[in-house]
Nanobody, 125 residues
Framework: QVQLVESGGGLVQTGDSLRLSCAAS????????MGWFRQAPGKEREFVAA????????YYADSVKGRFTISRDNAKNTVYLQMNSLKPEDTAVYYC??????????????????WGQGTLVTVSS
């Protein structure tokens, strides 16, 4: 079983950068596709980015394409989300997710197997 713990959230200003990390425990981390979702107050959880088990394939929501980069280091059991040019509309709780199968923005998030507890990102204008 894999458990996920996010870190790296915080308060930043418009245009700043942040890097989120998701540390996974368990020996099967490298077998999982990983991704990031976010949920703003009063809104549904939405897909942000995903990466396959090897890191050879990535997928992004249109709203973050060109600004965010997802990556993973299987030796460290960690997936990252580098967020650049942050905007106030990026403010949300960011969740790390994992599933044995690859997933994209069309995958119902409730189907994904594992979730972290979330980390808050606040972007001030």
């Amino acid at each position: 079983q894999v458990q996920l713990v996010e870190s790296g959230g915080g308060l930043v200003q418009t245009g700043d950068s942040l890097r989120l990390s998701c540390a996974a425990s368990g020996r099967t981390f490298s077998r999982y596709a990983m991704g990031w979702f976010r949920q703003a107050p009063g809104k549904e959880r939405e897909f942000v980015a995903a990466i396959n088990w090897s890191g050879s394939w990535t997928y992004y929501a249109d709203s973050v394409k060109g600004r965010f980069t997802i990556s993973r280091d299987n030796a460290k059991n960690t997936v990252y989300l580098q967020m650049n040019s942050l905007k106030p509309e990026d403010t949300a709780v960011y969740y790390c997710a994992a599933d044995p199968a690859p997933f994209t923005s069309t995958t119902p998030y409730r189907r994904l197997e594992l979730w972290g507890q979330g980390t808050l990102v606040t972007v001030s204008s």
